[in-house]
C-alpha cells in the first residue's frame, strides 16, 4: 500500500505516512465470509428454478382453436343467402303469398303486366257504334301483329323478372338484368311506346270517325293497355320518390 500524497510505502496499519505526514485513510477490506455468503447460492430458490411447472413458451405452442381454421369452417355463406332470396318465385304458393303480404304494391306491377297481355289478343282496340270491334292480331293487320308479339314478350320478360323463375338460367340473366341502371323503366318505358305506336297505325286510323251511321272509336283495350303500362309504373316512379332501392 502507498500513500495517496507522496507515494511513499506504507506499512501495514499506518494512520500516517512517515515521509510526509499525510493521514491515511483505511479502505475498508471485504469481509471473506460475507463474500463466500454472496457467492453461495440459494439451493431453494435453485430448487423451485428446476421445478416442473408450465412453460409459456409450451403454452403458446398447445394446439387450441385456429382462427383462420374457424373462419374457413363451412356456415351459412350471406352473400349466398341474398342470393337465394334475389331468385324470386319458384313454384312455392306460399311463398309468393308472402311476398305480396310484404309489400303489396307489388301487386299493381303484376296487374299491369296481365293488362298488357291479355289486350294483345282481345279485339277491342277500335270498336262501333254497332257492336263488334277489332284488335291488333286483326285480318291483314300487318305491323299490328307484330305490336302484339312485343307487347306479350314485355309482359312474359316482365313477369319472370319480378317473379323470378325455376329455372336458374332465367333467373342468372334475371339478375343481371337487373344490375342495369334504372332497368325498372326499361320494359314499362318500350311499352309506352309500342302502344303509341298501335294507336297511331294508319289500319286503325283510316277506320276512325263516322261513315254512313257508322262511328268507329278506340276501344277498352286500349285503355286497358295504358291503364297496365301505368300500373308497372307506379313502383319504379314511387321508389325513386322515396330514394329507396327497386329491386329487392
Known amino acids: 500500500m502507498n500513500c495517496p500524497n507522496c507515494g511513499a510505502p506504507l506499512t501495514e496499519g499506518a494512520a500516517f505516512c512517515p515521509n510526509c505526514g499525510q493521514p491515511v485513510a483505511q479502505a475498508q477490506q471485504p469481509d471473506p465470509s460475507m463474500q463466500y455468503q454472496a457467492q453461495q447460492p440459494d439451493p431453494s430458490m435453485q430448487y423451485q428454478a ?27 355463406n350471406p352473400q349466398f343467402q341474398t342470393q337465394q332470396q334475389n331468385v324470386g318465385y319458384s313454384g312455392n304458393k306460399g311463398g309468393f303469398v308472402d311476398m305480396i303480404k310484404a309489400k303489396p304494391i307489388k301487386l299493381t306491377t303484376y296487374i299491369g303486366y296481365f293488362f298488357i297481355f291479355i289486350t294483345s289478343f282481345l279485339p277491342g282496340w277500335i270498336t262501333s257504334n254497332i257492336g263488334g270491334g277489332e284488335g291488333l292480331l286483326v285480318t291483314g293487320g300487318g305491323i299490328l301483329k307484330l305490336y302484339a308479339l312485343l307487347f306479350v314478350l314485355i309482359s312474359v320478360c316482365g313477369i319472370l323478372v319480378e317473379f323470378g323463375s325455376i329455372i336458374p338460367a332465367l333467373n342468372g340473366i ?75
Open 50 to 76: 428446476q421445478q416442473p411447472g408450465p412453460n409459456p413458451q409450451f403454452q403458446a405452442q398447445q394446439p387450441g382453436p385456429n382462427p383462420q381454421f374457424q373462419a374457413q369452417q363451412p356456415g351459412p
Open 174 to 248: 334475371a339478375g343481371k338484368f337487373k344490375a342495369l341502371p334504372f332497368s325498372q323503366f326499361y320494359l314499362p318505358g318500350l311499352a309506352f311506346i309500342v302502344w303509341l305506336l298501335s294507336i297511331l297505325n294508319g289500319e286503325f286510323r283510316d277506320k276512325m270517325g263516322s261513315f254512313f251511321g257508322l262511328s268507329v272509336g278506340y276501344g277498352i283495350c286500349m285503355y286497358l293497355c295504358i291503364i297496365g303500362i301505368l300500373l308497372v309504373l307506379v313502383r319504379p316512379i314511387m321508389a325513386i320518390v322515396k330514394k329507396e332501392e327497386y329491386w329487392d
